[in-house]
């Protein structure tokens, strides 16, 4: 199940003016695009599109800035009426959710007992919701997609291929703009074509991704639905080996912890609100200090409030013998959702450095201030 246009929709839901007319929300002349109307889709408005662009392709939009407290309570308020009626929910996203129906056809009908759902989640919030019911996540998040906007539709077994197969393989999750131009290179451009392919052969092009892409070009994935849980706060400690009174070294670390768990941040689709650093002195005296942000999960504005609060914090001469920082309040979101100020260059750098890491692990790459002290 996936809210449409959500960020959209709850924006139309506090101001009916801006219903039928094309509408951006994001914010910035170098910000970026973080949802935009289907009326501002048909100019060729996108998400994380330059907002210098999407006004050109659509100069009578009307940009709105964004509210990620409203989002994160209507979603809170979808979560707990899935929550209250299905088996099994996972929640993916601030705004995409998958449930696991199995054996429930014995009882009320998988697909009519879905229609319902998602006819109360309308009633109850007001918020339009698509969804797509099939053998597995992959077929049908892709069916949800298709099912887009305001609409579901049922993919049996013995209709996965046929569905899939005429569709691009834009349409797969794993296969992003740099995959699809190497494979149109070869002729690779439809699911169907891929599902052909010799397993071998994808592979070579793309390394191990190659297996899991052609399973789910075949309409297999055994990826389980997982119970969805509340993450509360994410943090990380470092004991001195020596009690030290070296500021530079301790702002460093900070610096460097803040990095890190923006990191974890992002990895796992989380934004925070919340900051908080913990010191301990050398007579075990530990005193903390928090404040309050807006969502984010970048590294620049997380790593700069944490040094601020660390400055406020730290008032005697004292050797320090343990500092902390721990994020909490934390919501679903990815980081193209919060950086309504922030630079597309800024953006495109944070994704660059995360890629490496994931694919080099954490320490590849890292600011030079605080990258030496976690090392």
Not at 212 to 220: F, T
Not at 247 to 266: D, F, N, P, S, W
Request: charged content about 25%; aromatic content about 8%.
């Amino acid at each position: 199940m996936d809210l449409d246009t959500f960020f959209v929709s709850c924006e139309r839901l506090v101001n009916s003016q801006l219903n039928g007319i094309p509408l951006i929300i994001g914010g910035g002349d170098r910000g970026v695009v973080s949802s935009c109307s289907y009326e501002a889709r048909t100019f060729g408005v996108r998400s994380a599109m330059p907002m210098k662009m999407a006004l050109r392709l659509c100069p009578q939009a009307k940009v709105v800035k964004g509210d990620m407290e409203l989002y994160s309570k209507m979603s809170h308020t979808v979560t707990e009426v899935i929550e209250e009626s299905a088996p099994v929910m996972e929640k993916a996203s601030i705004d995409e959710f998958y449930l696991d129906l199995t054996g429930m056809d014995k009882f009320f009908g998988a697909y009519k007992w879905t229609n319902e759902l998602s006819a109360r989640i309308e009633k109850e919030t007001g918020l339009p919701i698509s969804y797509a019911l099939s053998i597995n996540k992959t077929v049908s998040k892709i069916g949800t997609g298709e099912s887009k906007p305001h609409g579901h539709r049922e993919i049996p077994s013995v209709g996965v291929h046929s569905f899939l197969n005429p569709l691009s393989i834009r349409k797969m999750p794993m296969v992003g703009n740099a995959t699809f131009q190497l494979f149109s290179r070869v002729g690779i451009r439809t699911i169907g074509t891929l599902s052909e392919m010799p397993v071998e052969v994808l592979q070579q092009m793309i390394g191990k991704n190659g297996t899991d892409l052609w399973k789910k070009a075949n309409g297999i994935d055994e990826t389980p639905v997982v119970p969805y849980s509340e993450r509360k706060s994410i943090s990380k400690e470092r004991t001195f080996s020596s009690d030290t009174m070296d500021v530079k070294e301790v702002k460093g670390l900070i610096a460097g912890m803040a990095e890190q768990l923006a990191h974890q941040l992002r990895q796992e689709k989380w934004l925070t609100s919340t900051v908080a650093i913990k010191i301990r002195y050398s007579n075990f005296d530990t005193e903390s200090k928090q404040c309050k942000v807006s969502y984010t999960s970048s590294d620049h504005t997380l790593a700069r409030v944490a040094l601020e609060l660390f400055d406020k914090v730290y008032t005697r001469r004292m050797r320090l013998r343990l500092v902390g920082l721990r994020f909490t309040d934390l919501v679903h979101g990815s980081y193209q959702m919060n950086l309504f100020e922030d630079s597309s260059e800024l953006i495109s750098l944070y994704q660059a450095m995360d890629n490496i890491k994931n694919r080099f692990g954490k320490d590849a790459v890292g600011r030079a201030v605080g990258y030496s002290f976690l090392r």
